[in-house]
């Protein structure tokens, strides 16, 4: 389908920088959305609360200045996620803060948004929801949200289990918006693949957490380059939910990554962050199947540029004109 016109003249790529807990923050957004891909944060990553709306301000004031020094180049809007579960104390106030900076994009996880779509599509912002099957989607698709995000098998953090040709195919038959596909990709191939099989933009995460701009631990980053797929673990033991992590930092914590016991839903919390909490999401790295096709760490802009020089080599090498 086309693109809403929040898009239109503002892309490189068709491509989401997917929020990342602790790693996505205002720099690293920045870096996506000047060169041209849409950049994102979750909310949670603002601490305290109040931190939300200076960061907020950080991004649209550098988006803006950057736009008016560079008419010619796309500068893409940016999104902020938001974790509707009832351990998350801050949604509503958060929201307010995102609601107050008309934001132009809001991504929303877990429950389905039904009263952030009707304030959203208030000031004229879109919703996108992350899905991991069909009976989520229609979910969402019931509350009026502009797009789904497909997060497939082998995606980093919060992953489902179902291969991209299956779900993506299936929400397309029964939802006419936005299709974003998550799930290993890490180059501009792999973006183009996801708009052959339907969907009509790419997110990212794993591949940014290796950039300069992510706030990750060096250890974490020369992880990234270092490993292959064989080395991601699944496991819903640290969050309630199952979830793509990299097998070495699991052991290195001190667990036994090929026994993990499973965890509960009822543990989960996205609002607090004990001691406890915040060690293991320190320690324990999330990361999708896709890390094999990480050779290097690289700045932002640097990334995104070369991922669009294989994207248009890739449609080259198809004949796509």
């Known amino acids: 389908m086309a693109l809403p016109k929040l898009f239109e003249g503002r892309l490189r790529l068709p491509l989401i920088g997917a929020p990342?807990?602790?790693?996505?923050?205002?720099?690293?957004?920045?870096?996506?959305?000047?060169?041209?891909?849409?950049?994102?944060?979750p909310a949670l990553n603002a601490r305290p609360q109040e931190q939300l709306d200076d960061w907020i301000r950080e991004i649209k004031g550098e988006l803006g200045g950057y736009a008016e020094e560079h008419p010619d180049e796309p500068v893409a809007p940016f999104a902020v996620n938001q974790i509707v579960h009832q351990s998350n104390s801050r949604v509503f106030a958060d929201m307010e803060t995102c609601i107050k900076h008309e934001v132009p994009i809001i991504i929303t996880s877990l429950r389905p948004p039904d009263d952030i779509v009707k304030a959203v599509h208030g000031y004229g912002g879109l919703v996108f929801h992350d899905v991991i099957s069909l009976r989520h989607a229609r979910k969402a698709i019931e509350q009026g949200v502009d797009g789904i995000i497909a997060v497939c098998a082998g995606a980093g953090g919060h992953a489902g289990t179902l291969s991209p040709f299956a779900l993506v195919k299936e929400i397309r038959r029964e939802f006419d918006g936005v299709i974003v596909l998550s799930g290993?990709?890490?180059?501009?191939?792999?973006?183009?693949?996801?708009?052959?099989?339907?969907?009509?933009?790419?997110?990212?995460?794993?591949r940014f957490i290796a950039t300069d701009e992510?706030?990750?631990?060096?250890?974490?980053?020369?992880?990234?380059?270092?490993?292959?797929?064989?080395?991601?673990?699944?496991?819903?033991?640290?969050?309630?939910?199952?979830?793509?992590?990299?097998?070495?930092?699991?052991?290195?914590?001190?667990?036994?990554?090929?026994?993990?016991?499973?965890g509960s839903k009822d543990k989960m919390n996205f609002a607090k962050r004990d001691d406890n909490v915040a060690k293991a999401w320190r320690d324990i790295w999330s990361a999708g199947q896709g890390v094999g096709s990480i050779d290097e760490i690289l700045p932002a802009r640097d990334l995104i540029l070369q991922m669009q020089q294989e994207y248009e080599a890739t449609r080259e090498r198809l004949g796509i004109s």
């Open 214 to 262: 992510a706030n990750a631990l060096p250890g974490y980053k020369d992880m990234l380059v270092e490993d292959k797929a064989a080395d991601i673990v699944y496991s819903s033991l640290f969050s309630g939910v199952p979830g793509n992590y990299l097998k070495h930092s699991v052991a290195n914590a001190g667990f036994d990554p090929d026994n993990l016991p499973e």
């Open 184 to 206: 290993c990709m890490s180059n501009g191939g792999d973006i183009l693949a996801a708009q052959a099989i339907g969907a009509d933009l790419a997110y990212v995460g794993t």
């Open 20 to 41: 990342m807990f602790i790693v996505s923050i205002p720099k690293l957004v920045i870096a996506q959305c000047t060169a041209g891909v849409v950049g994102s944060f």
